[in-house]
């Protein structure tokens, strides 16, 4: 039971265009979203996050944007720029409790082309 | 400042053999994570500590393995015995508190081949 899903394994975008990463979750209880970024052999790295009662958090070139009634999350690169080819994990958090492990999505597989 | 330090970054062994993995959080960071991630997924929760007491072992399988955190810094996270579906890389994460909006902050991983 996929409690976050990444529909798309990869995506190629040219470079100096908007790159558009989408994510959906099923479990209500998530209050808050996370964004990481991973390079081969490296840990993931945190990129942006955005709690349940925003709705867009921007940072630089990084923008995620939250549709609660949706279940839907999306994370917007604008420019698009060479070093920003990786894999880009969604996350959740917020089951209660002081639990607040990360729930992962399979991640997207983002190849920007000159 | 350090980031999460995880060794071995590698390690070979086979099945029915034991294992164990390393982690030393950012110094100061009370919670730890260990996570596991199977090539093709994303990392999945194994267990979190917050100091040295367990919050959520919920997903560890706990006939095989086992962590640990003495005096609230340093992990090891052990697998005994091995079987072929461990082979992934074990990430140690760890955030300064306990909130859940407290980022976590990840290590390298060790990548684990069971033959």
């Known amino acids: 039971d996929q409690q976050v899903k990444q529909n798309s394994p990869s995506l190629s975008v040219q470079e100096g265009r908007i790159s558009i990463l989408n994510c959906d979750y099923t479990?209500?209880?998530?209050?808050?979203f996370l964004w990481y970024k991973k390079y081969p052999a490296e840990g993931p790295t945190f990129l942006i996050s955005?709690?349940?009662?925003?709705d867009k958090n921007e940072d630089g070139r990084f923008t995620v944007f939250l549709n609660k009634s949706a279940k839907h999350l999306s994370l917007h690169i604008v420019p698009s720029q060479p070093g920003d080819s990786a894999v880009y994990f969604c996350?959740?958090?917020?089951?209660?409790?002081?639990?607040?492990?990360?729930?992962f999505g399979k991640g997207t597989h983002l190849i920007i082309q000159p | 400042e350090a980031g999460v330090a995880q060794s071995p970054r590698y390690k070979i062994i086979e099945k029915r053999q034991s294992v164990a993995f390393w982690c030393n959080p950012i110094?100061?960071?009370?919670?730890l994570y260990w996570y596991q991630q199977i090539l093709g997924q994303g990392p999945k929760l194994l267990i979190q500590?917050?100091?040295?007491?367990?919050?959520?072992d919920s997903q560890l399988p706990k006939d095989r393995f086992s962590a640990e955190r003495l005096k609230g810094v340093d992990s090891t996270l052990k697998i005994q015995p091995a079987k072929l579906e461990d082979s992934a890389v074990y990430l140690c994460?760890?955030?300064?508190?306990?909130?859940?909006?407290?980022?976590?902050?990840f290590g390298p991983g060790t990548r684990l081949t069971v033959l």
């Open positions: 994460a760890s955030s300064a508190g306990t909130g859940g909006t407290d980022t976590q902050y």
């Open positions: 479990n209500s209880m998530f209050d808050y």
């Open positions: 955005i709690s349940s009662i925003k």
């Open positions: 996350a959740a958090s917020g089951v209660g409790g002081g639990a607040d492990g990360l729930t």
């Open positions: 110094s100061g960071h009370a919670t």
């Open positions: 500590f917050q100091n040295n007491g367990v919050v959520d």
